[in-house]
């Protein structure tokens, strides 16, 4: 299994991105998905989650700009980042919980994507 994110960039202050999560290989289901942000110098953060069936959490530093969507035909989820800061900046990782085959569950990170957020 592999999860691949794409979307990052540069971006002026104000401005967007949308984020997106392909899964691939040999998934019976997915389960939790989440976005996270590393920043530089700092630990990784939960910035939005979305469940199997579709039920969202965020982050409250990104609650109302930020949207975690998904295509379940395209085991993709998105992440729709609005009116974007220069805090952030950072790396963004997609992370997923995945039955990989009749009774075995897994949990992978994607390499991540890179956003700059220029004031």
């Known amino acids: 299994v592999q999860l691949v994110e794409s979307g990052g960039g540069l971006v002026q202050a104000g401005g967007s991105l949308n984020l997106a999560c392909v899964a691939s290989?040999?998934?019976?289901?997915?389960?939790?998905v989440g976005w996270y942000r590393q920043a530089p110098g700092k630990e990784r953060d939960m910035l939005a989650t979305?469940?199997?069936?579709?039920?969202?959490n965020y982050a409250e530093s990104v609650k109302g700009r930020f949207t975690i969507s998904k295509d379940i035909s395209k085991n993709t989820v998105f992440l729709q980042m609005n009116s974007l800061k220069p805090e952030d900046t950072g790396v963004y990782y997609c992370?997923?919980?995945?039955?990989?085959?009749?009774?075995?569950?897994?949990?992978?990170w994607g390499q991540g994507t890179r956003v700059a957020v220029s004031s």
């Open positions: 992370n997923a919980d995945i039955l990989v085959d009749w009774n075995t569950r897994r949990e992978y």
């Open positions: 290989g040999s998934i019976f289901g997915i389960f939790t």
């Open positions: 979305i469940t199997q069936d579709g039920r969202t």
